[in-house]
Structure formats: structure tokens, C-alpha cells
């Protein structure tokens, strides 16, 4: 079992960086993939980045990729997403997930899900 929980999103210009954070609990986070997806408003939630579980392999959306950096310290069971050069299209609410597969960007298979961080980028 793993419960995560996010942290850091927030209100951000056109440009401008925020850093996600997302704490889980739980012995088999270190064994565990782990992802970032988000949802706007009347979408469906799609992926963002995902990392394996050593953090030796990282996959991204081709929408983030040179812009978001997805990185974890399994000494403190977390996993971060780094946004920079944010857009006002990457206004959503951001959710870290956990998979029992090496590495995946396919939702279905994450069976541990946060409560979400709302981000918001104005123009």
C-alpha cells in the first residue's frame, strides 16, 4: 500500500517555475514507478512525466519535455516535478501516482493516486 501526498502548486506568471513535491508512505515506494499526470478543466486526465523506480529512466509528454524535470529521493520517499518556462495551457490540477510497473504512461496502470495540487499559470 502507498498513500501519496501532493504539495506545491500554487499561482504562477506566464515564465515563471514551480516545483511539485509528492510524500508517500508506505515500505514499497522505493520499488515503485512513479508518475505525474493532469487534469484541466472538461479534459481528461493525461500524462506528464513518469520516472522508474532507481530514477535511472524518465519518460515525458512531448507538451513538457525541455520544460519539466521529474526526479525522486527514495531516502525521503518523495518524487518531485521541476516546471519551468510554464504556459497558461499547463494550468490543471497535478497528480503523482504510483505503479507497480518499472515504468508506465498509461494511467490504468497506476493503482496509487494523490488528492492533487491545483496549478494555475495567467497570462
Known amino acids: 500500500q502507498v498513500q501519496l501526498v501532493e504539495s506545491g502548486g500554487g499561482l504562477v506568471q506566464a515564465g515563471g517555475s514551480l516545483r511539485l513535491s509528492c510524500a508517500a508512505s508506505?515500505?514499497?515506494?522505493?520499488?515503485?514507478?512513479m508518475g505525474w499526470f493532469r487534469q484541466a478543466p472538461g479534459k481528461e486526465r493525461e500524462f506528464v512525466a513518469a520516472?522508474?523506480?532507481?530514477?535511472?529512466?524518465?519518460y515525458y509528454a512531448d507538451s513538457v519535455k525541455g520544460r519539466f524535470t521529474i526526479s525522486r529521493d527514495n531516502a525521503k520517499n518523495t518524487v518531485y516535478l521541476q516546471m519551468n518556462s510554464l504556459e497558461p495551457e499547463d494550468t490543471a490540477v497535478y497528480y503523482c501516482?504510483?505503479?507497480?510497473?518499472?515504468?508506465?504512461?498509461?494511467?490504468?496502470?497506476?493503482?496509487?493516486w494523490g488528492q492533487g495540487t491545483q496549478v494555475t499559470v495567467s497570462s
Open positions: 520516472i522508474s523506480w532507481s530514477g535511472g529512466s524518465t
Open positions: 501516482a504510483a505503479t507497480r510497473r518499472y515504468l508506465s504512461t498509461t494511467t490504468y496502470e497506476y493503482a496509487y
Open positions: 508506505g515500505r514499497t515506494f522505493s520499488s515503485a514507478g
